[in-house]
Every structure is written in structure tokens, then in C-alpha cells.
T-cell receptor, first 114, second 111 residues
Framework: GAGVSQTPSNKVTEKGKYVELRCDPI?????LYWYRQSLGQGPEFLIY????????DSGLPNDRFFAVRPEGSVSTLKIQRTERGDSAVYLC????????????FGPGTRLTVL | KQEVTQIPAALSVPEGENLVLNCSFT??????LQWFRQDPGKGLTSLLL?????REQTSGRLNASLDKSSGRSTLYIAASQPGDSATYLC??????????FGSGTQLTVLP
């Protein structure tokens, strides 16, 4: 079956602009996660959804970052007033939310803020 | 706050060797531990997941062990192949389900 997909694969924007990053999880997965990965580092947790609600948003760096999952499937990560330091690969993962709870990752969106 | 460390940061071995990648974590109150593989410019591929109640998991040439009391996990790769070349990431799952990652070990298997 289809895995986790993310669009766009690459996004270049200018400092101060608004961007939206989309994640389509594996069908039927109730849990969805956003992570951010900088060059040479492991991914860092941003936010976790269980269904439609954000169960844990403690990793969001500041109030410029916001994520939604209105129907409990697709999620959008929104970044306002982008800064050069926001440049990174944004990874989305999903899991069944039960059992072994293995997280399956998408290919990521590479965001570059000029 | 959970911290995850992976040693070594980079490793180069000739084809056919058996090798061990190390992962240590500071808080033993974990939910699970997952090993991933990441190829350049790609996302993460899950290799093995060990629940907190388990000691090891095996898949093909891969074996992962977990020692919660000492805060350590190892990933053993048998008979390494050039196609195993990638970055290997260790991630610890807490009760809140989020994963805390190490910085990875970049493995190069030379033909």
C-alpha cells in the first residue's frame, strides 16, 4: 500500500513569507508526527496528533509554527514570517496509534529560506 | 530531558565484515526504541523496533539489542554489503510517543 507522502518535495521562499507543508499519512493511521531535521543532525520532534487533536505540541519552536489535521487524516504544517533559521528538512511520520506503534516516515520537504 | 548519543559518528568497513553500531540514552523510562536507516536526500526507513519489555529483535542480517538499565542499544549488522551504506539513526520513544533521535552513524561499506 501507499506510504506517507509529503508535498512539496522542495520549497524555496524568501524571508518573511508564509509557507504550508502537507503530509498524507498511511491510510487508517490515527497518529501523525512532524519532525524537523537540520544538516548532520537527527530529526527533532515538533508536534504529535492523535486523530484531529494535537496531543503534544511541545516541540514547536515558537508561535510562528502551527499545524492542523482537521479531518484526522491529512495534516498541514504552517510557518509564518519565515526566517533563514527555519531552513531544514521537515519530516512527517504516521503510526497506527496502537500495538507496536512503529512510526513510518515520508520523504520530507526540504525548506530553504533565502 | 531524554538525550540520545550515537557512537561512532562515522564508520568505514570492508565488505563482508560484521559490525556494531552503538546508541546510548540518558532516561531509562522508555516506551520503545527504533532503529532507522536514512539514505542521502531521503526519508527514514524503519529497520527494527524493540518494545521496552523486550531485549532484542532480529530481521535478516540485522539484530538490535536493548539494555534499559544501562541505557544502551546496539545494532549488529552481519556480513556487511555496499548496499548497507547509509546513515543509521537510533530513536527512543517516550510515554508521549514522540521519538528522540541521536545524530546518527554514517556507515560506508567498501567493495
Amino acid at each position: 500500500g501507499a506510504g506517507v507522502s509529503q508535498t512539496p518535495s522542495n520549497k524555496v521562499t524568501e524571508k518573511g513569507k508564509y509557507v504550508e507543508l502537507r503530509c498524507d499519512p498511511i491510510s487508517g493511521h490515527t497518529a501523525l508526527y512532524w519532525y524537523r531535521q537540520s544538516l548532520g543532525q537527527g530529526p527533532e520532534f515538533l508536534i504529535y496528533f492523535q486523530g484531529t487533536g494535537a496531543a503534544d505540541d511541545s516541540g514547536l519552536p515558537n508561535d510562528r509554527f502551527f499545524a492542523v489535521r482537521p479531518e484526522g487524516s491529512v495534516s498541514t504544517l504552517k510557518i509564518q514570517r519565515t526566517e533563514r533559521g527555519d531552513s531544514a528538512v521537515y519530516l512527517c511520520a504516521s503510526s497506527s496509534g496502537t500495538g507496536t506503534d512503529t512510526q513510518y516516515f515520508g520523504p520530507g520537504t526540504r525548506l530553504t529560506v533565502l | 530531558k531524554q538525550e540520545v548519543t550515537q557512537i561512532p559518528a562515522a564508520l568505514s568497513v570492508p565488505e563482508g565484515e560484521n559490525l556494531v553500531l552503538n546508541c546510548s540514552f540518558t532516561d531509562s523510562a522508555i516506551y520503545n526504541l527504533q532503529w532507522f536507516r536514512q539514505d542521502p536526500g531521503k526519508g527514514l526507513t524503519s529497520l527494527l523496533l524493540i518494545q521496552s519489555s523486550q531485549r532484542e529483535q532480529t530481521s535478516g542480517r540485522l539484530n538490535a539489542s536493548l539494555d534499559k538499565s544501562s541505557g544502551r542499544s546496539t545494532l549488529y549488522i552481519a556480513a556487511s554489503q555496499p548496499g548497507d551504506s547509509a546513515t543509521y539513526l537510533c530513536a527512543v520513544g517516550g510515554s508521549a510517543r514522540q521519538l528522540t533521535f541521536g545524530s546518527g552513524t554514517q556507515l560506508t561499506v567498501l567493495p
